[in-house]
């Protein structure tokens, strides 16, 4: 999965955002389970299924987790995180860049090198800076139909790197979310 260079684009049309603390804690929790062992509910192709109870809540939350790092830096990663709300009203996409991304640039997103646009980051933490995105069905499809994806972080207002994500098994694994 080695790294390329990409331009800038538009925002996602997916939307509104959501925030929440709770979801946050979890999406961080899974993000770091996704680096460490645990138990895994479910593979489909290159996604895992991941549950975990954040603090505090009282059931359990399932995503589909993915994680990538660039082959010629070793130290940038992303971890994509697709997860339904506790409520099952919103369909959410995290993900998890490295510490030192432009922020005002947002998050890129190509599907089959077609520019989707840029979601923004909501906050950065120790492990790194989280863009979200609600998805709504025309993203959702676009995901399931595509057979390729490149996130793009930015070091500059002009020039980003991109890591290739595989989709396969994402509808798949969607389908199979609590």
Same mark, same amino acid.
């Given at each position: ?41 479910? /593979? ?88 979200? /995105? ?45």
């Amino acid at each position: 999965m080695g790294a390329s260079k990409h331009h800038s684009g538009r925002s996602w049309s997916a939307g509104n955002w959501l925030g929440g603390l709770l979801a946050l804690a979890f999406t961080l929790s899974l993000a770091q389970a996704a680096h460490a062992q645990g138990a895994v509910r479910s /593979v489909h192709g290159d996604w895992q299924i991941r549950c975990d109870t954040p603090p505090g809540a009282q059931n359990e939350q399932c995503a589909l987790i993915q994680s990538v790092v660039a082959e010629d830096r070793s130290n940038a990663g992303l971890t994509v995180i697709v997860l339904k709300t506790a409520d099952q009203k919103s369909r959410l996409m995290r993900v998890v860049a490295p510490l030192g991304v432009l922020l005002p640039s947002g998050l890129g997103l190509k599907l089959d090198n077609q520019d989707v646009g840029r979601a923004g980051f909501v906050r950065c933490l120790p492990n790194g800076c989280v863009a979200e /995105v609600v998805m709504d069905d025309k993203l959702l499809g676009q995901l399931r139909t595509a057979k390729t994806a490149t996130f793009i972080i930015f070091e500059t207002p002009e020039e980003g790197i991109g890591f290739p994500l595989s989709l396969n098994g994402l509808g798949e694994g969607y389908d199979k979310l609590p």
